[in-house]
């Protein structure tokens, strides 16, 4: 069978029968039924569907967070380097599918149909379309109420898929693993059987529901809660029913409010409201508060409690992420490292990583402190900062900046080698003294003064006798 122009093989080793599916295979469409949100529901016809637990606004808010969340974080194709450091680079096989995955959808399009199956049923089924090279250039997340997973004796997975138009199934077909990126939520029963937080979550939803349901009503009769007729005497059974049907097809609903006129002494009585009646919000706001711990979902962050006092942006951020999304993210990551084939590339090592500043965004004020400490530690190149400010380069700004002062650890590395111990160096030695002079030394000395003495004088008499010889002429 030739599948998105490859050729898909078929199972011919294992008949239908050896095929062993991992559930049953009447299922429906793409929401299922919860025939029992607790135990006897189903014999006093209370059943809940998939579209009547979404339509809970905790739930319906706890799908919509995470899967926007994660499907506007941008996925980038990334390339280890000689460094171990891994950049972001682009390839014609692999970086075109994770920009448009299908014809039909966009990134974020394609993100939030895979988070949104994987919380709903529990499983994520992403078929594969592959050109004349083998290289995987097309994605389509299949409705998974159509998709049976079978187990072959060999231990070989196979997924039984319904036609599908969209995904250009035009019958149903039986592919192997190989052509299927299956993504499960917490496993428990079966390896390749997911259980969504949807299950968890449907007791309170349910509670939630019904307690909306009966505020619906109650509103709808002016907020007045019933009330008791009561007569002076006993009345017959039959009277009590006609006055009681009488009551409430005058009296109730959009015929509130209308004056009644009672005789031989009837007397109506307005009941009211109980403690627990009262504490409708709160037991609102419980149900609300489960929802979320279901899904993981910090309460305030879906308007089902109060927002924390403390305005810190950045550490909110990272504890959703690191607590709720963090584990979707790298499922998706490595699976989709898997199904493209960026494993067995040679001679590369690629594989695909979210851009988390999508989601970790800081106010202006706190990310240009960030960056700025980050120049300052000599950690990033200013270049890089202005970078992630969405700024131009300058001119030498592509090396990290450090202080004259500050040395490398290579050179206080040597400096301790020269000294481990940290003592102070010894004392140079002394330079010894020059010789004191002897006594002949002196007396030479000495004579050498007078004969220097004598010369001055004989030249300053000379000088004084040329004076006087001029003055007698």
Known sequence: MRLFGFEIAR????????????????????????????????????ALTGESLLAYHAIYACIDRIASDIAKCRIRLVEQDANMIWNEVTSSAFSPVLRKPNSYQTRIQFFESWICSK????????????????IVTELYVLDPRSVYPYVAPNGDVYYKLG????????????????????????????????????????????????????????????AQPGG???????????????????????????R????????????????????????????????????????????????????????NIEALNQQYYSQTLQ???EAIELLLDEGLGLTEVPDKTYGTEFDLDDLLRMDTSTLIKAEGEAV??????????????NLKPVPGGDMPLSQQQNYSLEALAKRDEQNPLGQPPPPAPATPAPDAPGEEDVAA?????????RQELDRLRGLNGSSEHRSRQ
């Not at 008949?15 to 929401?31: E, H, K, M, Q, V």
């Not at 919000?281 to 006092?309: N, R, T």
């Not at 000395?445 to 003495?453: E, F, I, K, R």
């Open 119 to 134: 919380l709903i049923q529990g499983n994520t089924y992403v078929l594969k379309g592959r050109d004349n090279r083998n």
């Open 376 to 389: 300052k530690a000599s950690i990033k190149a200013p270049n890089e900062s202005r970078a992630r400010l």
């Open 445 to 453: 000395t000495a004579q050498l003064a007078t004969w220097q003495l």
């Open 11 to 46: 199972i011919k080793q294992y008949s239908g029968d050896l095929l062993t599916p991992i559930y049953g295979a009447n299922r429906g469409g793409w929401f299922p039924i919860i025939n029992e949100p607790f135990t006897g529901a189903w014999q006093r016809n209370i």
């Open 256 to 311: 509130q409010g209308k004056i009644a006129v009672l005789g031989d002494g009837l007397k109506f009585e307005p009941l009211t409201f109980t403690a627990v009646d009262s504490q409708l919000i709160e037991q609102l706001g419980l149900s609300a508060k489960m929802v979320c711990s279901a899904f993981g979902v910090p309460a305030h962050m879906v308007g089902a409690a109060d927002p924390p006092s403390y305005n």
């Open 228 to 254: 008791v007729l009561t007569a002076p005497g006993e009345i017959k059974e039959t009277t009590a029913k006609r006055i009681k049907e009488y009551w409430s097809t005058q009296f109730q609903g959009d």
């Open 163 to 222: 036609a599908d138009n969209l995904s250009e199934l035009v019958e149903e077909s039986t592919v192997p693993a190989t052509e299927i990126i299956h993504d499960m939520t917490s496993i428990r029963h079966h390896p390749l059987c997911g259980i969504p937080p949807l299950m968890a979550a449907t007791l309170p939803a349910t509670q939630g529901l019904r307690i909306q349901t009966n505020s619906t009503s109650f509103f709808q009769n002016r």
């Open 327 to 329: 584990r979707y993210f």
